[in-house]
């Protein structure tokens, strides 16, 4: 019965991704930012795939069931609190751009070196956040289908990699509205199913009203508030967010749509944090030992939905980012000649699954890998990405070295500390007497604010860009987006 409801859910969303494909009609426009055309529940559903994936669900629970509501409640509410900030002050003047990937923004607004840098540091990042995805998946399929973990892991990239090879943007934004239906009734059936079974009492000090997990350091305070700022500001310069924010069919449906992302982000994901302090136990061993076979099915359903909404955007926008940014790749549609960026997009999403796939066999962690994703972005693009938008006085230089500083502190405080955000660190420890695990948490703070030192005090010792400029050299991007004839 499990491995039928979660066939159907995936034979579903291939369905949905293969008819929606057709519209890409050989245009790299169309595959990568859905022809500039989505309305706004199209919007509103895609922005709400990309943040609520399996990190965010099931990594919630397992925070939450081990270290209290906010470790895990944090994911999800940091992810929403990344879209209600980027529709108050980033999604109209974004989507007003004209752009086909955030790095673009890098290069019009500092020059190519800064386009460079960024693109490849985005490229990591989101090879960490499909990894996470793809843990989640492989622990679902190795508990529940009998497959090992690496076959579950590669069950749901050769899914992912159907659809959205064939349909890109189109596909992952209309399978998202599948996807979100079936997350949203899972959430709440197993909701209400907790509270009617266990009751919603959590434990002593692991209820959302126990504040002592965001202010005492003992009860993880630090770690709690550095997870709510890497998702809710370092998610901002997230290459999948934005690349929705550019499909939007205006800069109104953008600013709309990130609102009701956000409030749908929490209201999903917020159940699953409650369900892990109500009964003390993970996801996965509660739907394996306790719940009843119908609702075991259609939360695992949701767990799949919820894994392959976040993988196919983030593959794609990272293969894009790589041959568009980094390969200097551009859309070329004229009839009965190959786009050379859609051709070169589809193959480089063959090395980025592999990548991701390496590391999620590395690192099979749950929740952790998406907060060290966005905490990377954090340090280092968002104090560049922010202030050159909004202030004269950015420069190349400055935005450089905010990006150095940032990720030189940030990776050597990572390689100081034994874990990461309450997990151990598996990844990249060196063991010394400098960082305890007290730590933890400090190193997010610090690293941003080394990026925002360096960048403010370079850009006052060096000529301004100017934001005149960037709104002056938008029209190259203006044209290059326009239909060719």
């Given at each position: 019965m499990v491995i039928l409801g979660v066939a159907l859910a995936i034979v579903s969303m291939i369905v949905v991704g293969l008819l929606v494909a057709r519209r890409v009609a050989g245009d790299s426009r169309n595959f990568l930012v859905a022809g500039r055309s989505l309305a706004l529940p199209?919007?509103?559903?895609?922005?709400?795939?990309?943040?609520?994936?399996?990190?965010?669900?099931?990594?919630?629970?397992?925070?939450?069931?081990?270290?209290?509501?906010?470790?895990?409640?944090?994911?999800?509410?940091?992810?929403?609190l990344c879209l209600l900030l980027t529709g108050l002050f980033f999604a109209r003047p974004m989507n007003r751009m004209g752009l086909t990937t955030l790095p673009d923004?890098?290069?019009?607004?500092?020059?190519?070196?800064?386009?460079?840098?960024?693109?490849?540091?985005?490229?990591?990042?989101?090879?960490?956040?499909?990894?996470?995805?793809?843990?989640?998946?492989?622990?679902?399929?190795?508990r529940f289908l009998g497959t090992s973990y690496s076959g579950g892991v590669l069950i749901i990239v050769a899914v992912v990699l159907i659809y959205t090879?064939?349909?890109?943007?189109?596909?992952?934004?209309?399978?998202?509205?599948?996807?979100?239906?079936?997350?949203?009734?899972a959430a709440f059936a197993l909701l209400f199913w907790v509270a009617a079974t266990f009751g919603l009492r959590p434990?002593?000090?692991?209820?959302?009203?126990?504040?002592?997990?965001?202010?005492?350091?003992?009860?993880?305070?630090?770690?709690?508030?550095?997870t709510l700022v890497a998702l809710g500001i370092g998610d901002i310069v997230a290459i999948d967010f934005m690349q929705r924010i550019f499909a939007a069919r205006s800069p109104d449906v953008a600013r709309r749509a990130c609102f009701i992302a956000a409030a749908g982000t929490a209201v999903i994901g917020v159940p699953f944090a409650l369900v892990a302090v109500a009964t003390g136990q993970g996801l996965l061993a509660l739907l394996d030992g306790a719940a009843p076979a119908g609702?075991?099915?259609?939360?695992?359903?949701?767990?799949?939905?919820?894994?392959?909404?976040?993988?196919?955007?983030?593959?794609?926008?990272?293969?894009?980012?790589?041959?568009?940014?980094?390969?200097?790749?551009?859309?070329?549609?004229?009839?009965?000649?190959?786009?050379?960026?859609?051709?070169?997009?589809?193959?480089a999403m063959l090395p980025v699954v592999g990548g991701a796939v390496l590391l999620a066999l590395r690192v099979p962690q749950t929740g952790v890998?998406?907060?060290?994703?966005?905490?990377?972005?954090?340090?280092?693009?968002?104090?560049?990405?922010?202030?050159?938008?909004?202030?004269?006085?950015?420069?190349?230089?400055?935005?450089?070295?905010?990006?150095?500083?940032?990720?030189?502190?940030?990776?050597?405080?990572?390689?100081?500390?034994?874990?990461?955000?309450?997990?151990?660190?598996t990844l990249l420890h060196v063991p010394n007497t400098l960082?305890?695990?007290?730590?933890?948490?400090?190193?997010?703070?610090?690293?941003?604010?080394?990026?925002?030192?360096?960048?403010?005090?370079?850009?006052?010792?060096?000529?301004?860009?100017?934001?005149?400029?960037?709104?002056?050299?938008?029209?190259?991007t203006r044209a290059e987006a326009a239909p060719s004839p």
């Open positions: 199209v919007v509103a559903a895609t922005l709400m795939g990309q943040a609520v994936d399996t990190n965010a669900t099931l990594g919630a629970t397992d925070l939450a069931a081990g270290l209290g509501f906010w470790a895990g409640a944090g994911l999800p509410l940091g992810l929403a923004f890098f290069r019009l607004r500092y020059g190519r070196a800064v386009e460079v840098a960024a693109a490849l540091l985005m490229i990591a990042a989101f090879a960490i956040l499909v990894a996470g995805n793809l843990v989640a998946g492989g622990f679902l399929f190795e090879l064939a349909g890109g943007l189109l596909s992952d934004a209309y399978t998202s509205i599948v996807q979100m239906l079936i997350t949203a009734t434990a002593p000090g692991a209820g959302p009203f126990d504040l002592g997990q965001l202010s005492d350091p003992g009860q993880g305070a630090v770690v709690n508030w550095a609702l075991s099915v259609l939360v695992l359903a949701g767990i799949v939905s919820a894994s392959l909404s976040t993988a196919d955007g983030a593959i794609l926008g990272t293969a894009a980012v790589a041959v568009r940014n980094v390969g200097s790749a551009r859309r070329v549609h004229r009839p009965g000649r190959a786009d050379p960026l859609l051709r070169a997009t589809r193959w890998l998406l907060t060290l994703a966005f905490d990377l972005m954090l340090a280092c693009l968002v104090v560049p990405f922010v202030l050159g938008l909004f202030w004269r006085r950015g420069s190349a230089p400055a935005a450089l070295a905010a990006l150095a500083v940032g990720l030189v502190v940030r990776l050597v405080l990572f390689a100081l500390t034994p874990t990461m955000y309450g997990a151990p660190n960082a305890g695990a007290g730590f933890d948490g400090w190193p997010t703070f610090i690293a941003l604010g080394a990026s925002l030192i360096v960048y403010v005090g370079v850009a006052l010792s060096t000529a301004p860009a100017g934001i005149r400029g960037v709104d002056l050299r938008m029209e190259e």
